[in-house]
């Protein structure tokens, strides 16, 4: 047995293919300055014909099946077309004398890798999507022909170095049983999309022991292959596809079921984004609508500061994607491990207790306000609510709405539409937040705890931190105990209590919120059935009791013992 991480769940039986591809390497040509022009119409050339080979792509999905797919299709024609891109090109070309394709190059690998260098893993993974663009415009300037995984003989499990996310959605998926790859992150665009096309799939595998018509098994949940296994496991492996799959279709009839338990508590399923068009995921998903809009995306992608008509643009498609759904918009939450090359942000020791999301933006009420103004005027279109994130004072949550006023008179002012009765909540991710719940829960909508912050500030363990990773569990007892102050001081002012962490993602997890009275679970859209089926399934009398039996223990141990020997989230 080996092991990489599991991406994307599902078990497959087949014969391995081995994938190589000719690496696209830059010519290192030299031009001269009498051919800056040519070079650059050169370029123009290659993009034109690299959005039309995405568009043809685009054109074969079937956007109501594979909506992921289509998405970061668009997001790949919207890069390719991306004017900084072509300025940086441009650049290359007129002042360095590099040819088109290596100008291409060292333009995507530098815009690749100031994404590489955030700390953020879903940012980071953002990088892959540049190079595989770039990649694309130069490989059609240097004629190299891409394998074409689009139509394969028969059914095979790819064993890849790497895959792009351009050739992971060209793969023909009745063939493909499921794909292994050496590089690749959970958080990169391939996996994801290995996800939505339900196609098993691991990242971070060896992959050398395999060579082309050996037979393999592959596990995407544990991550588990086999390279030429015996008849047991072969007989062990089949049994359990069989069980896999027979429970996927289960989960899928539940997507226009409520999640409701048996004895009749309901709560909502509601998904996290980070860009407009995945609000195109709550209705496939089966979700309520958009629990956390993470806007970092906007301002990440862009040279300057966005302005209030890209934002209104953006937060307005969110909102009609949601058709009408719950969609709340995050304001600003930069700094700490993402920041913005534009923007004056000192060098911090210790960024993640420093200058970051609402301390930024009180401190730049002209960005704050942009931004504000940008979701109210969008709030004419949908159902939007604002959330400001890491708020530890009530000071903070008292300037912010301040400054929200100020717009909406500024907006009433200019008879602008709006809707003057937006819901206004706040994250509650800061320690001192929550021990203060019942302070804050007086000024605000309505809470959303963000455990993956909240975690590492009550046990002062670094998110990013591997060395300490075993200490970072939200079922230490003291982040439980806060948890329940939230969920307990919310619910005594009348305000509804959600949790946009990822520990909302996690069943067991979600049983024991349950218990605690969580009204709202905001998780990832291919983690909705995972949660909605584990709620369907438990009475929430037995969920009371599990987190009351719980609350009575003393580790973190101890209490994923008990979950896991008393919850069925199969
Ligand atoms: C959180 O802290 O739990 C959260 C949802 O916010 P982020 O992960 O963006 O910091
Ligand atoms: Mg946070």
Avoid: W
Avoid at 45 to 74: F, G, Y
Avoid at 175 to 185: D, N
Wanted: aromatic share 6%; glycine share 6%; charged share 25%.
């Amino acid at each position: 047995m080996e092991k990489g991480i599991g991406v994307s769940k599902g078990i497959e039986l087949g014969r391995a293919l081995v994938y190589q591809t000719k690496p696209i390497k830059p010519e290192e040509r030299i031009i001269t300055t009498n051919d800056v022009k040519k070079e650059k119409k050169r370029v123009d050339e290659a993009i034109t014909a690299a959005v039309a080979e995405l568009e043809q792509m685009l054109d074969k999905i079937d956007r109501a099946v594979n909506p992921t797919s289509a998405d970061l299709l668009e997001i790949h024609i919207e890069l390719s077309r991306d004017p900084l891109f072509l300025e940086k090109i441009y650049h290359y070309i007129e002042f360095s004398l590099n040819s088109a394709p290596d100008a291409v190059l060292r333009a995507s690998g530098e815009m690749a890798a100031s994404f590489e260098a955030l700390e953020d893993k879903y940012y980071a993974a953002r990088s892959g999507d540049i190079r595989d663009i770039g990649n694309r415009i130069a490989g059609i300037l240097l004629g190299v022909r891409r394998v074409n995984l689009s139509s394969l003989p028969g059914d095979v499990i790819i064993f890849a170095n790497d895959l792009t996310p351009s050739e992971t959605i060209a793969m023909d998926r009745k063939h493909v049983l499921g794909f292994l790859t050496r590089i690749g992150s959970p958080t990169s665009h391939t996996a994801i999309l290995a996800k939505s096309m339900e196609i098993p799939a691991i990242v971070g595998a060896v992959c050398g022991s395999v060579s082309d018509g050996d037979f393999v098994i592959i596990d995407g949940s544990s991550g588990e292959y086999f390279v030429n296994p015996d008849e047991e496991l072969i007989q062990k492996y089949t049994r359990k596809r069989l069980a896999f799959r027979e429970n996927l279709a289960r989960l899928k009839k539940l997507r226009n079921l409520p999640a409701v338990t048996p004895d009749g508590r309901k709560v909502e399923i509601v998904i996290n984004i980070a860009q407009p068009l995945e609000a195109n995921k709550i209705e496939p998903a089966g979700a309520q609508g958009v629990g956390l809009f993470r806007t970092e995306f906007l301002y990440m992608n862009s040279t300057s500061a966005p302005d209030e008509e890209s934002q209104f643009e953006a937060y307005r498609e969110a909102a009609m994607r949601a058709n009408g759904k719950p969609v709340i918009i995050r304001t600003l939450d930069i700094g700490g491990d993402k920041r913005l090359s534009y923007l004056a942000m000192p060098k911090e020791e210790n960024p993640f207790l420093g200058y970051r999301a609402i301390r930024f933006c009180l401190d730049n009420p002209e960005i704050f306000k942009t931004q504000l103004r940008a979701i109210l005027r969008a709030s004419a279109y949908g159902d939007l609510r604002i959330m400001f994130p890491m708020i530890c004072a009530m000071s903070e949550l008292r300037r912010a709405k301040q400054l929200l006023q100020e717009c909406k008179t500024e907006l009433t002012t200019e008879g602008q539409d709006y809707n003057n009765h937006i819901k206004t909540g706040m994250m509650v991710e800061i320690p001192s937040a929550a021990a203060a719940a019942d302070v804050f829960a007086g000024e605000a909508d309505f809470f959303s705890i963000g455990t993956n912050d909240l975690c590492q500030y009550t046990l002062a363990v670094d998110r990013m931190n591997q060395k300490i990773a075993n200490l970072y569990t939200p079922f230490n007892p003291g982040v439980l105990r806060l948890l329940r102050n939230i969920v307990t001081e919310g619910h005594r002012a009348g305000i509804p209590v959600g949790m946009c962490g990822e520990m909302a993602s996690d069943p067991m997890a979600a049983v024991l919120l349950l218990g605690m009275g969580l009204d709202e679970f905001s998780v990832s859209a291919s983690n909705v059935p995972y949660v909605k089926d584990v709620i369907r399934k438990t009475a929430f009398s037995r969920a009371k009791e599990l987190y009351e039996h719980v609350m009575t223990l003393s580790s973190s141990i101890e209490i994923k013992k008990y979950l896991e020997e008393n919850i069925n989230a199969n």
